[in-house]
């Protein structure tokens, strides 16, 4: 009897060691409240997000998982706020812990964000290895917004190794994904790219099929982006479009869009185009005179 009192004191000891490592494993600190909150709002209010973020003391997260939470929406925050880091000194925690844990949505965020830093520092062959990782893992995340911008960020690194093929299969993906969110600036975005790159590719009908969907959208674009719209537009039109094509989006483009906005150079080549050197001569000369 005494042994097997003993044998149930020991079996009752190993019990109650478990359920205290469970219990410690799943404990969370005050913090995390936080950490979760800001995670709802970091999309629309980064500002506010960053200064919530940098106002939590790293030692007083409980535990890996919530060093983790905070070093990821930590580095989300400083992406947001156009803080481009070079390092991994944030974001290590991280890559570190959900490379065996966390969600499909903490494991595309933490790769894609990886990736930028990759990006940062000229290092396009790692810099795909994790987007492509992000991708991958994030399968089942219906974090759509970071899965577009996933397939931008690889767009942008094909366009700059003149790999147009392979920019345009990413900037379609991201388009229709964009599309699926209802970020309309974020789509129209991706269907300027897509002229431009259809245009880099001599592809005229391509280019004017997204022309034709991104048409409709102006109105509802900022001048920025209606901006870039009519400059990739006169680019294609200059390569493929009639003389009364050009004039009328000269006309319409210049009407539109502050004076202080417009692209001077591509207006110059479109009244180059058509044979209209005096006024190439002056948008040249607006040119000049905005750079002094």
Not at 105 to 115: A, M, N, P, V
Not at 132 to 145: F, K, W, Y
Not at 167 to 193: D, M, P, W
Request: a negative charge; proline letters at 2%; aromatic letters at 10%.
């Amino acid at each position: 009897m005494p042994q097997r009192e003993n044998d149930m004191k020991l079996h009752h000891i190993y019990i109650l060691g478990i359920i205290l490592i469970l219990a410690s494993c799943t404990r969370h600190s005050q913090e995390w409240k936080i950490l979760r909150d800001v995670e709802t709002y970091i999309e629309t209010h980064a500002d506010s997000a960053l200064v919530t973020l940098q106002g939590i003391r790293p030692g007083n997260l409980a535990n890996d998982e919530e060093k983790a939470k905070h070093a990821l929406l930590l580095s989300m925050a400083m992406d947001k706020n156009y803080i481009d880091r070079t390092d991994f000194e944030v974001l290590q925690p991280a890559i570190e812990y959900y490379l065996n844990h966390g969600t499909a949505t903490d494991k595309l965020r933490t790769f894609y964000y990886e990736g930028r830093i990759y990006t940062n520092q000229g290092d396009n062959t790692s810099a795909i290895i994790r987007f492509n990782r992000a991708l991958t893992q994030g399968a089942t995340s219906d974090d759509l917004r970071t899965k577009a911008r996933t397939h931008v960020a690889q767009a942008n690194i094909y366009k700059d190794l003149y790999q147009f093929d392979q920019s345009v299969k990413e900037n379609k993906q991201a388009a229709e994904l964009f599309k699926e969110t209802g970020l309309t600036h974020s789509y129209a975005n991706c269907l300027i790219r897509l002229i431009n790159d259809y245009t880099l590719l001599n592809d005229r009908e391509n280019a004017q099929r997204y022309i034709d969907i991104c048409q409709p959208m102006l109105s509802s674009l900022s001048i920025g982006k209606r901006n870039e719209f009519y400059s990739v537009y006169l680019i294609h039109l200059t390569n493929y479009g009639l003389e009364e094509d050009i004039i009328s989006a000269l006309e319409e483009y210049r009407t539109t869009i502050p004076t202080e906005k417009l692209d001077w150079l591509t207006i110059a080549k479109a009244y180059l185009t058509i044979g209209n050197y005096r006024e190439a001569l002056t948008c040249v000369q607006r040119t000049i005179d905005k750079d002094i």
